[in-house]
């Protein structure tokens, strides 16, 4: 389950990632990034580190989903932050002058945050500890027949 997670946090984020390319590819959305004035937004450098900071949830919880072994802090960490995460992209939605690419692209961040928090919701223990196809389990196997 924590290879999953972390796995489905790596999809979030690249595809938060490239729709943010494809913004500065878009030139009327480039000319309002370099006025310093996006959809009545500025773009002042705390704006900046605030999505920062919210841009680094996904990209570390890659890591927390890997790496934290504590089972219920890691289940909660995931709920938490698909849930904000979630909540943040829904809100997206509700102002500026959204295009095609940028609803196509929320729409795929919103499930893949959303199945985030619904698979760590239903993640218990006893899942962690049961053997899968092709796992460790398996190699073992092969290489104990040789």
């Not at 920062?52 to 089972?71: D, K, Q």
Request: aromatic share 12%.
């Amino acid at each position: 389950m924590r290879t999953t997670l972390s796995a489905i946090w790596i999809f979030a984020t690249l595809n938060y990632l490239y729709c943010d390319v494809l913004g500065l590819m878009d030139h009327n959305l480039l000319e309002q990034y370099l006025a310093g004035r996006v959809d009545d937004i500025d773009m002042t450098p705390g704006f900046l580190l605030a999505a920062g900071v919210l841009m680094e949830i996904p990209i570390g919880m890659t890591l927390v989903s890997r790496l934290v072994n504590n089972h219920a802090l890691n289940r909660w960490a995931n709920i938490a932050a698909g849930s904000v995460m979630t909540l943040v992209q829904v809100m997206t939605l509700t102002f500026g002058s959204n295009t095609a690419y940028y609803w196509f692209f929320s729409i795929i961040e919103i499930a893949a945050t959303a199945t985030i928090v619904w698979l760590a919701w239903r993640w218990h223990p006893d899942v962690e500890a049961s053997p899968s196809p092709g796992g460790y389990e398996a190699a073992g196997a092969l290489s104990s027949s040789r």
